[in-house]
């Protein structure tokens, strides 16, 4: 009965599809100790990707759809440590993320490449806004599972993710934070 009235407060369609959507993949942490969440972290990131390179876009509607979709992920894992047992399980795996990435580089190669045999040397600015919007959603994956824990690996696992993503000033900050060897020094040495 508590999840029924909860349901029945939230104010809007979207504010519900989040309830669900975490509510399922919660549940779904606990009996299957494996998630959804690589899948709908790869659908949400490549989706600019894999739109017509031709004069053909994908309606306005279609992309809304798959950002409402990343921000609902990003809820997903930002809430991840409210999770019982949260501690002992993996929202995404290493081997995840590296497909991840590994797929969305590779989609990125092949539509320069493409543009490029079509004789286009620069993009037009939708196409970098669609290879930006990628990239900078997958940055925020990595960045909120790192955070919270969804997301762990060594230091030199997560360097090499980092160096596959293409960079950016979102990636630069992920590389100071997490990937500093060792903390600045907090007093000048006395000579």
């Not at 047992?85 to 995840?96: F, P, R, V, Y």
């Not at 190669?109 to 196409?127: C, F, P, T, V």
Request: aromatic fraction near 4%.
């Amino acid at each position: 009965m508590n999840q029924l009235s909860n349901i029945l407060r939230v104010s809007s369609l979207w504010e519900l599809h989040i309830y669900v959507m975490f509510h399922f993949v919660m549940n779904a942490c606990i009996m299957l100790l494996q998630t959804p969440i690589p899948g709908l972290v790869r659908w949400c990131t490549q989706a600019p990707l894999l739109q017509p390179s031709d004069d053909a876009k994908l309606p306005a509607r279609m992309m809304s759809t798959w950002s409402q979709l990343h921000l609902a992920v990003l809820s997903t894992i930002a809430n991840f440590p409210t999770l019982p047992g949260a501690n002992q399980l993996e929202l995404i795996t290493l081997a995840d993320m590296n497909r991840i990435v590994k797929e969305a580089t590779l989609l990125v190669q092949q539509r320069l490449a493409s543009d490029k045999k079509r004789g286009i040397i620069r993009m037009d600015d939708d196409e970098e806004g669609d290879i930006q919007v990628a990239m900078d959603r997958l940055a925020q994956v990595l960045q909120v599972a790192i955070a919270t824990g969804g997301f762990r690996c060594s230091l030199s696992d997560l360097r090499n993710i980092c160096e596959m993503i293409p960079q950016s000033r979102l990636m630069e900050i992920i590389k100071d934070q997490h990937l500093a060897v060792l903390p600045p020094p907090m007093h000048h040495e006395l000579h």
